[in-house]
């Protein structure tokens, strides 16, 4: 299906946007912040097109664009959506409107610069989900890094430097190895096409280098144990709106790069050293489980807890292998794949709800320490009310969309093995104990202290902010449908790239 | 049947908490109690309905969908109902309580800030159960098992500012997650076996499925039906609160009294029970994990029961007696006694939920004092709440002709006419239980009604009676305390009132045995007469009168004679400690270590994957 511009203009809107926002000015920042508000209202609203008009019967790739861009490298503008990417850019698109709203009077610092930032981070990112060409594609990744490098660089914490530097350097390091690998298929493919590499035939050795360059970059992102240390560090000291972006948008490029170029480009490496992903995987359920346990820091709390949920991403996407493995077919194959991108949207949708309740906090009593809380429910009722769900949903309540990804990870993990799912279920219980521990500490009890009782319930904007995201998070949990329909036809298309070796034969 | 009017019945107590939950201060006490009555008293009336339609007028059992969930794979996940007569039966039950609940809570909570939070809570949680007793298939049972249990946990923590209660709704919910651990496997198991979420798919391929078998450590074969079983009743250990995992029900005496009736002793905790006989087409295959479920049981009937003998909080007292008799009903399910295990269930609700409020009641009438040292002499104070109370005892203790009596002799004699592995220690279980189920009931009868007063000047000054508002709604469970046994146990153990909704094997068939011997409720009365559990149950009452009212002296002396025994008793085995200091301070130090210790190390674990990594890429 030809496009009609639609992606171009979701992609360019936003970076229009935030040029004008800039160009604006700190002087008028009344001004700069309804236009950020505008743009980012009017993309989510351009979004919605992309999902009312999708076939959801097809696997290949709609509205497409195309447009010759580096000659010299046969690489090319060219963009499109299947049931992977669409999910992730809609979750973009709404996401970015709490952002903008939340940071409306409490950016005091550049404030047109700062919604500037977001808007283009927005286009950058939607660029990720949308490039078919991969070096448009790693243009997108790299450049999407700037602004995320600005945000936490210029509005951070005290440790911003440290934080920002390490971040960049684990980030632009993983994706270095990306880049060879992209270069080395270019070099045999002649174009710089995602669909032609995914044709590509690739001997297993070439297979598990390329995957390997790949994890590199991707389990980063993800991130996945060991190379998770930089994402509380970033979280920390990220402004509200930078942990809130990273969190729910940033960590799934990781899981999409998986999706998009290690499954369907080196199935058979993928096979190979799935027991190296699933089991990472693991680890990052229950290691990172226990270490969130122990966090004093709010924002590190939550960053854990991504971790481990991002564990069930990486898990269902690698259990197919092993389904196909022990019971000889690949019924409950593509619930792991389904769960795994239902849970990048629903962690996107409650981790984000978080890290804005824990930027509430912040901006009253400037603290993210767990002890210098306590009783809040007593003075911020219904904030309280809010944030015991947002805490709920992420101990995977059902009913809650935070349920629905992880129901269908464990679901297709017992198809693979009963230790898998034993393991990954482990999260009822840990995700349980540090979330209630922390809203126990926190929220109930009696008022903690004297600047705990000056703490002013949600004025009407934090209220709008919360609220809606409240409702998405629920109406995912009771009626995930519409979000798995989209998905269905394209997770199975994957699942057969999956499963068809690409070892030339003779 | 109308899917409709189905609809409604879990439809109109949710939408009854919505309005009283996120509008209360619009439409004020009086219209939060007011919206949440009307609609959960209407759904009373529905269910009640749907009972008359199943019974009397022939209607077959519905199953069928609301809604679908999500599609994927080709396995279709919807939201549905399966009504037939076992579903009723619990909805009745659930709506009946869930209504006199709510109106004694109007006097009960009459002075709370929190009154329509509370309403919202109480209607929220009928809401949930209601899904989970109607659902035709997993998912939304384990939707509204979750469902039930978050309400738990904020009605527990209803009174936030107290850390006893803050910490008591953290330990119920994580403790039945252990369970809920244990459901979730056991339910991808099903799904893994009969590649369906739905009871009927799942129950069809149930005996085809007993050969089948689940490779869980090396070599080592698990029959398929054994390993789902036992994860399934595991996930009922947590909300049924068996041991190990009853530790989270005494602290749940944390809430207000109302929800203490409601969801910790007449419906939620009895959904494990519930769950169980509903999967019975599934657990008949595995006599292994019947045998498990008899023997947890039987332990918790019996070494929780010591635990109410020792306590000297009314609630608690009532608390442990919960939790002995549904250990009874887990024995039940264990010799395959099914619907003796839902008679049993139905007439507990009744008089558990009638004691409880009358418990509530004393405390309310000695202005929030719950040491049942402080009591005595109530009776003539309180006579409406003695009276009703005495009813609730009489049937707990299984008074010949008291509901209570007809459930637990037919499940004593079930369990004795069971030949599964682990029946004789359930069957002395079960019987030594009766002698301190009646002790323990008449020792908080006599301290609280009889004998002299020992009200403290602050509760003597404030003693006021009940009103009417929390009367009525102890007259209401009195009636069916002392008449559903005998009304019921015919048509519901040997009149095939279950139907297809329970199965059981024809080898297991314990209660068409014990049938053989029934003629009629009262000849059945009259010969337990002359059965032990009688006298056993006398006997307690009269060593709970001896020790309370007429040699106080002596229950001393046996406390500082037997002072071990009353240590282990009073810590409660030592499971709290253990599970606090144990279990919790490790996990906590582990997660410090890993953080501290494995964070700082990253970089080297980095090298040792990228080594590691190397060295199987090289070795290839």
């Known amino acids: 299906m030809q496009g009609t511009g639609l992606l171009s203009l979701l992609i360019w809107l936003p970076i229009v946007g935030g040029v004008l926002t800039m160009a604006l000015g700190d002087g008028r920042a009344v001004a700069a912040r309804w236009v950020a508000l505008a743009t980012s209202v009017a993309t989510f609203i351009a979004s919605i097109p992309l999902y009312t008009g999708f076939n959801t019967a097809t696997a290949s790739f709609q509205f497409i664009e195309k447009l010759p861009w580096i000659r010299q490298f046969n690489a090319e503008y060219y963009l499109g959506v299947d049931g992977i990417s669409l999910p992730l850019i809609l979750l973009t698109t709404f996401m970015t409107m709490p952002v903008v709203i939340a940071a409306w009077t409490v950016i005091e610092k550049r404030p047109a610069q700062y919604f500037a930032a977001f808007l283009m981070l927005e286009g950058l990112m939607i660029g990720v989900f949308a490039a078919l060409d991969s070096l448009l594609f790693y243009f997108f990744w790299e450049a999407m890094l700037i602004p995320m490098f600005l945000i936490i660089g210029v509005w951070g914490g005290p440790r911003r430097v440290y934080a920002t530097l390490k971040f960049f350097l684990y980030t632009f390091l993983g994706s270095v190895f990306m880049l060879v690998a992209l270069i080395y298929m270019y070099l045999k493919a002649g174009e710089y096409s995602i669909a032609g590499f995914q044709a590509l035939p690739l001997s297993l050795l070439e297979q598990r280098w390329i995957f390997l360059a790949f994890l590199a970059a991707f389990a980063v992102k993800v991130p996945m144990w060991p190379v998770h240390t930089w994402l509380p560090d970033a979280h920390v000291e990220a402004p509200t709106g930078g942990s809130v972006i990273l969190a729910a948008i940033m960590l799934k490029m990781g899981g999409y790069g998986l999706l998009r170029f290690s499954l369907p480009m080196t199935p058979d490496a993928s096979r190979e050293l799935d027991w190296l992903v699933i089991g990472l995987s693991l680890i990052a359920v229950i290691y990172i489980g226990f270490v969130a346990l122990a966090q004093t820091d709010m924002k590190k709390l939550i960053a854990y807890s991504s971790i481990a949920h991002m564990g069930f991403v990486t898990l269902g996407a690698f259990v197919a292998f092993d389904i196909q493995a022990n019971t000889g077919n690949l019924a409950g194959a593509a619930l792991g794949l389904n769960g795994a991108i239902v849970q990048m949207v629903s962690h996107g949708l409650i981790s984000g709800a978080l890290f804005l309740c824990i930027g509430v906090m912040y901006d009253r009593l400037h603290s993210r320490e767990i002890s210098d809380y306590g009783g809040v429910i007593n003075v911020m009722p219904k904030f309280a009310a809010l944030m015991v769900l947002f805490a709920l949903a992420n101990a995977g309540l059902p009913g809650t969309s935070g349920f629905v990804g992880e129901f269908l990870v464990i679901l297709s993990a017992f198809k693979a093995s009963f230790w898998y799912a034993a393991l990954a279920a482990t999260t009822l219980i840990l995700g349980a104990a540090y979330t209630l521990w922390l809203v126990k500490r926190v929220i109930f009890g009696p008022v903690g202290n004297a600047h705990v009782a000056e703490m002013k319930d949600l004025n009407g904007r934090e209220m709008l902010v919360l609220g809606v995201l409240a409702v998405a998070v629920l109406l995912l949990g009771v009626w995930p449908a519409p979000l798995i329909n989209v998905m269905e036809s394209s997770v199975q298309h994957l699942l057969q790239q999956m499963v068809i070796s690409k070892i030339p034969v003779g | ?620």
């Not at chain 2, 509008?23 to 609609?39: H, M, P």
């Not at chain 2, 209407?42 to 022939?58: E, P, R, T, Y």
């Not at chain 2, 609280?448 to 020992?454: A, I, L, Q, V, Y």
């Open chain 2, 1 to 620: 049947m109308n899917p409709t009017l189905l609809l409604w019945i879990p439809l109109l107590p949710l939408i009854a908490a919505v309005l009283a939950g996120l509008f209360g201060k619009l439409i004020g006490r009086t219209g939060a109690a007011a919206v949440t009555i009307a609609g959960v008293a209407a759904s009373c009336v529905l269910a009640c309905n749907v009972m008359k339609q199943l019974l009397i007028d022939g209607v077959p059992t519905f199953n069928g969908a609301v809604y679908q969930w999500l599609v994927s794979d080709g396995i279709d996940m919807q939201i549905g109902f399966l009504i037939d007569r076992l579903t009723a039966l619990m909805m009745v039950v659930v709506t009946f309580v869930s209504l006199c609940v709510h109106v004694y809570t109007m006097g009960y909570m009459h002075d709370d800030p929190g009154y329509q939070r509370f309403f919202s809570y109480i209607s929220l949680f009928t809401f949930s159960m209601l899904m989970l007793v109607m659902s035709n298939n997993f998912l939304q049972l384990f939707f509204g098992w979750e469902a039930v249990g978050v309400v738990s946990y904020l009605l527990i923590g209803f009174w936030y500012t107290r850390p006893s209660a803050i910490f008591a709704n953290m330990k119920a919910f994580l403790v039945n997650r252990v369970g809920d651990f244990g459901f979730l496997l056991g339910i991808a198991g099903v799904l893994y076996f009969t590649g369906s979420l739905d009871y009927a798919t799942a129950f069809k391929a149930a005996p085809q499925l007993a050969g089948e078998t689940l490779t869980l450590f090396n070599g080592h074969a698990w029959p398929a039906l054994t390993v789902i079983c036992i994860c399934l009743f595991i996930g009922a250990m947590g909300k049924s609160a068996q041991v190990p995992l009853h530790v989270w029900l005494p602290d749940s005496m944390e809430g207000p009294t109302p929800i203490s009736a409601l969801i910790h002793a007449a419906t939620m905790v009895t959904a494990g029970i519930f769950m169980v006989a509903r999967m019975s087409p599934l657990f008949e295959y595995s006599d292994v994990a019947l045998s498990f479920v008899l023997v947890i049981g039987a332990t918790t009937a019996l070494f929780m029961g010591f635990l109410g003998v020792i306590n000297n909080d009314i609630k608690r007292v009532v608390a442990y007696s919960t939790l002995s008799q549904l250990g009874y009903m887990t024995v039940a399910l264990g010799a395959s006694a099914y619907s003796v295990a839902i008679f049993h269930l139905m007439t507990h609700a009744f008089f558990k939920a009638l004691l409880f409020l009358a418990a509530g009641a004393v405390i309310v009438a000695m202005h929030h004092e719950q040491d049942m040292r402080k009591m005595g002499g109530l009776r003539k104070r309180m006579p409406v709440t003695y009276w009703t109370s005495l009813i609730g005892a009489l049937a707990l203790i299984g008074t010949p002709f008291f509901s209570g009596f007809y459930s637990k002799d037919a499940l004593i004699e079930a369990v004795h006419a069971s030949q599964r592995p682990g029946a004789g220690y359930a069957y002395f279980c079960v019987l030594a239980g009766v002698f301190f189920t009646a002790l323990y009931t008449f020792r908080m009868i006599f301290m609280t009604f009889h004998g002299k007063s020992r009200l403290d000047h602050h509760a003597e000054e404030h003693f006021h009676d009940v009103h009417w508002d929390m009367k009525g709604p102890l007259v209401a469970l009195a009636i069916p305390s002392l008449l559903i046994g005998y009304l019921a146990i015919a048509p519901l153990l040997f009149g095939d009132f279950f139907g297809n909704a329970i199965i059981v094997l024809e080898k297991n068939n314990v209660v068409a045995e014990i049938g053989h011997e029934f003629h009629g409720p009262v000849s059945f009365a009259v010969h337990a007469l002359s059965t032990p559990p009688f006298w056993l149950a006398l006997a307690g009452v009269v060593a709970a009168w001896l020790f309370v009212l007429k040699r106080p002296d002596l229950a001393a002396l046996a406390q500082m004679r037997f002072n071990w025994l009353y240590r282990l008793l009073v810590n409660k085995y030592f499971f709290d400690w253990f599970n606090e200091n144990v279990i919790a301070r490790a996990s906590r130090m582990l997660g410090n270590a890993l953080w501290k210790g494995g964070d700082r190390y990253a970089f080297w674990m980095i090298v040792g994957l990228v080594l590691l990594l190397g060295w199987f890429l090289l070795g290839l």
